[in-house]
């Protein structure tokens, strides 16, 4: 009865969550990534453990070596934190490690820094 990215635990010892902050690295085309920017509304597939979720980038809070975040776009090779809406609850800790797909090709990889609800 235990199926794909289900969480076995004992109760109460591990949460849910559909908000969260992360940090991003992009890849770039010539580590197989993207070859165009994206923005806040980017909806890539998040790969955790054993399963997969879409989220929506919901706001862009910082940039490695940027202090001015109004521009929202989001290049290959940056580095950076995002607000990530995740389309239904998962199983998540601080520090966890996940893949950013798109179609069949991995963009980037990410931690979560923090779990919001």
């Known amino acids: ?3 794909r ?13 559909t908000k ?3 940090e991003i690295y ?12 994206f923005f806040v ?5 998040v790969y955790v453990n054993t399963t997969d979720v879409t989220a929506s980038i919901e706001s862009l809070l910082s940039k490695k070596g940027e202090k ?13 934190s995002l607000k990530l809406h995740l389309l239904y609850p998962i199983a998540l800790e601080k520090g966890m490690h996940f893949a950013i797909r798109e179609g069949n090709k991995t963009i980037g ?3 979560v820094t923090n779990l919001l609800e």
């Open 1 to 3: 009865d235990v199926r």
């Open 5 to 17: 990215g289900m969480v076995l635990a004992e109760k109460n010892t591990r949460n849910a969550y």
């Open 20 to 22: 969260i902050e992360t």
């Open 26 to 37: 992009v890849l770039t085309s010539e580590e197989g990534g993207r070859h165009k920017p």
């Open 41 to 45: 509304g980017y909806r890539p597939q």
């Open 68 to 80: 001015d975040t109004n521009n929202e776009m989001i290049l290959p090779g940056d580095t950076v």
């Open 109 to 111: 990889a990410g931690i």
